[in-house]
């Protein structure tokens, strides 16, 4: 058994990482912390967690995480996992990050995106960006793990077998992303109030969004070239979900089934990846992932004019935040890829 | 391993039986029907199994599913059933039936309520109801369990410990549910078309609903005395979840403590029974089931008026129907109660 | 032209009536006052309002609205009204005040209910309580009307016609209310956060709902003797609409006929009274009055165990608040009852 | 006072047209058709409109509907209007015509996009398309108004001012858009279903959408070159509302005022056409111009890598079909632009 600890266990990824490892059975969750609720029962802020969890949220403090867990998910605030992880790691433990704090791998980038001087380059190095479909071999064993961002994720699921393949020199991006309420985390805000939530289609960060960092790098990486990508997420009704629709122009009329060989041959063997196509569901829709961790790949071919839009569905606490940690600390430990993420998603839901 | 069959495999709860059989772990699904579908895959109807059942519907037939199974799941319509069960029971299966055909012990009931003469009381004498919360020790070794209508699980569970606790000599109730959409299951029709469906608060079946009947036989007999209630079911816009308001007038004011010790006392060491009560979440949500086989039991007294609602939230399609068949069934082989039901409810969703 | 300055203009009942005074023909708002807002443009807050009010939110000044208003209409939380509503009176304004200050007669209560003396106990018998289904004539020339409360006015709605016409003598009612997110008003807080509050079939404030107040002193008015009302809100999914199922227990079986005749004859001449029955949609939804300013009143007998379910939806922002205090406005000022209220309900939506 | 009738009054466009004819002041309604529902009272099949039609359905015949009517709307589906266009012209009947039937000039397309060989290329001349914004002076008198289709709609507004300025020389654009269940129509089928509808975000018609034609054919007339639109509808979980958002690369980096001034210019006096900026709402959400004839239009520019792109959002039934049919229907018959379409936005909705 592996003991592991949550850090941020009050929040929407925190909480889903519990979910998911109550019925993972190779791991023993030791402690949750949360600042605001220290002392609290798990309940009292997750009352979906009554009768599962028996346990009070603690305080954080790096000597009792040491002393009780072998691997420690942070869920915690972009910024606030930098201050923690230099010392968790020299302590010995295995570091799932899942804020933004040691995804990008050049250090310049954290002031373009996000107005910081990276304090720890060389963690940058040793870090693996944790998308098995891209970095299996490398999270075997993997110390650190920079766990990918929601919106990244889709967008780069949908597009990567398009720029691996070369099968278009236009390597300028849209990813046009739905999303669902849950990716705006559990504090609420003006926007999330429910009478003004409810029935939005309504576009944020439309310009600069800071998963499109990630998303070039991953995509720069697998082109050989540089790739530009611009995300634009826009706010819909659901609770759960996400989509990115990833607009392509290409040189020439592409054929449908030479689109679906590269993103079969790309993805062969990855476990979580479907492609979808057929008559009657063509395309993905996130409503069919909902609490797994798949990630539904599926493409609409317009030969008319020359256009190919990607589509990438996931459930974005699973696939695009807690789903996609655990699958990364799986293979890390040379467990079961899919160890405590077996459930079906849920329909209807 | 039980070999098991699932009969009426394309409706909603045949999906929520095969989603939960997926990770059972005494279980092989070797069988399942659809009269619609058989010879088609399982994904083209339920997207959401890609990759999680690799396998067609079949077509049903007795003999085969005599071959196959050791277990039968029947989620068909209500009078199909009635066709099948008194065979596979000589054939010597175990019959789960998640249809209204044999959950009445008194076949004059079945002429009020069904409009039909039923064709087999002996069996109705045989046939245990499946609600383990009532019914722990009987299922043991049944072969032959009806599994409750949703709505008659929420009025039951909410009321079951007032009328057994004697606390009021009223025993006249209306449960006032409110259901989802998925209650209607999975064939489209007018009422559930989304632009007129969505929004609604829309009282539907307001006078003789069906789950009536089984809810004064369950009640009744847990009274000792002749129990009345008139379920009275409100469509609301979520998709999943049901709670039962079940408005209750007292004799004298009552306390809060008295209410808890007696709803504590009945259902002492139930697994999937839940008692809220607190300051944040002081009454049951359907919402924080979504997904499990919990049932969220609580209650409102209002002294003032010598006036008790008793609450219980469900997830329709798991303790309300495929999730409750499976307890029911592994009380009944002596596996672990909670087999294939672990998985903590979705949230948010 | 009636000069209307509108107090409290942010909320959603602020909100509401500008929506209607914006197409109300024997009125100009001259006055729009937040405290909060003040100087800053209506469409700020108001983004629905772009280009049609093309002023700023005032603050608030008894001497600024004297000069400027012939009729004020409180938009404003419970107990703030009572601070300005003698001064506007002495002033020779009328008043619409839709908080809960002026809506009880007698005094006492308000302790009980409110926990406030009252200061104002000449005024209470003044005012004019603004349901003008039950208060036509004295509307007329009314000077101090107090505007219902939305979970009241349902629970009156329904039940108005069964008190008043002795067809039970059990006068003691659960009025089980559904309720859809812009109840909760327009100030973000935990419960209305979109991914808690969507999907959510949530009871609140199930014991001693104020509301119960008003419309116990109604229908016992109405009935000669004391009435008692239990109100248990849900909050449910939708963002607009609320719907009373009353629950009452009938001495004997009674007739659907019965029941209808009385209804009919009680609501006979009431413009915004429809009376719901047939066979297509058969019970009141709010859905279907969205926009609009009816109550859309039905009802189900269900003779097997003496009981009648007694219904009434209406848009809780409009009959239930600002439509109704409008309705109320014209009748005292002798207008047309549904002066810029005849657009018809929104649908779908 | 203008004779209206309404052809195809059973469906979502039909009834929007009737919710707004009940207020508009220089119309009567004489007819209102149904082939389905002859002979059946409105509030049948709209619930809503009980009170406010109290008249039956008809049958539609040439003869009827040039003795009662001055205006004819058509709202049936395409192809349809084909059949009744020539003759209720001939007969000296003006046509508002909400099919696409007389939407393209050029009758080749018509073979491309429809599959039809078009009978009447000499009516396609004389209609003129009744987008105001762009058609307003050919509306003046015109006896031939094809209404256009609303994610036409939603993608010329926000492409128009681009195409026209010359801002960018890519006029190469995939408009992806998010609608509402509403777009399905008023018949219930598999998709439309709450429980497999609510919660999607599904993309549909991915290659190919049929509006693209207009689309092209309206940016193309106003860019003096040849314009290609994609156009990518996602059905997601509201019931009313969408939103184009229109990706354009440009050659250079924009800025963000050189953008507004060419959307203002282009805009300028236009009453339904709201610019969206700001720090609170910077874009355009179908939401704030529910119930209402606006097409609210925003914008992003992202410099890093020369995107813009171009948001409109409007209320599918309204500026998407039925209000946009009034608004012509006005401009065409030297009305207020505005008549029965004076209602500011519901919101909270």
Chains 1, 2, 3, 4 share one sequence.
């Not at 309504?202 to 697998?222: F, I």
């Not at 060989?261 to 009657?280: D, L, P, S, T, W």
Request: proline share 6%; net charge neutral.
């Amino acid at each position: 058994m592996i003991r592991v600890a949550v850090v941020g266990g009050s929040g929407y990824t925190g909480l889903e990482l519990l979910r998911i490892l109550a019925v993972h059975r190779e791991v023993e969750v030791t402690m949750i912390t949360s600042r605001e609720y220290a002392g609290k029962p798990i309940s009292l802020v997750h009352p979906n967690l009554r009768g599962i969890y028996n346990m009070n949220f603690s305080d954080f403090s790096l000597d009792k995480v040491g002393d009780r867990a072998d691997t420690v998910f942070l869920a915690l605030p972009h910024t606030v996992s930098l201050n923690y992880v230099p010392k968790l790691l020299e302590m010995g433990l295995q570091v799932v990050d899942l804020s933004a704090d040691f995804r990008l791998k050049n250090p310049e980038l954290y002031k373009v995106w996000y107005d910081i001087e990276h304090p720890y380059p060389d963690l940058l190095k040793k870090a693996v960006y944790g998308l098995p479909e891209l970095h299996f071999e490398e999270l075997k064993g993997a110390k650190l793990i920079a766990s990918p961002g929601c919106n990244a994720t889709a967008t780069i699921l949908a597009l990567a077998p398009i720029v691996a393949s070369g099968i278009t020199s236009d390597l300028r991006f849209v990813s046009d992303v739905k999303v669902s309420s849950s990716e705006g985390g559990a504090k609420p805000h003006e926007g999330s109030h429910h009478p003004e939530r409810e029935n939005a289609i309504r576009p944020y960060e439309a310009t600069g969004h800071r998963h499109a960092a990630e998303a070039e790098q991953e995509l720069s990486r697998l082109a050989g070239k540089e790739v530009k990508v611009s995300i634009v997420p826009h706010a819909v009704s659901s609770v759960r979900g996400a989509l990115a629709s990833a607009h392509v122009w290409t040189d020439i009329p592409l054929k449908e089934m030479d689109v679906w060989k590269r993103v079969a041959e790309f993805y062969r063997g990855r476990k979580f990846i479907r492609i979808i196509r057929g008559n009657v569901h063509p395309y993905p829709d996130p409503k069919y992932v909902i609490g797994s961790n798949f990630a539904d790949v599926g493409f609409a071919v317009e030969t008319r004019v020359n256009r190919l839009t990607m589509f990438a569905a996931i459930d974005n606490l699973m696939k695009g935040a807690a789903g996609q940690a655990v699958q990364s600390f799986n293979i890390s430990n040379g467990l079961s890829e899919d160890e405590g993420l077996r459930l079906p998603p849920l329909r209807p839901a």
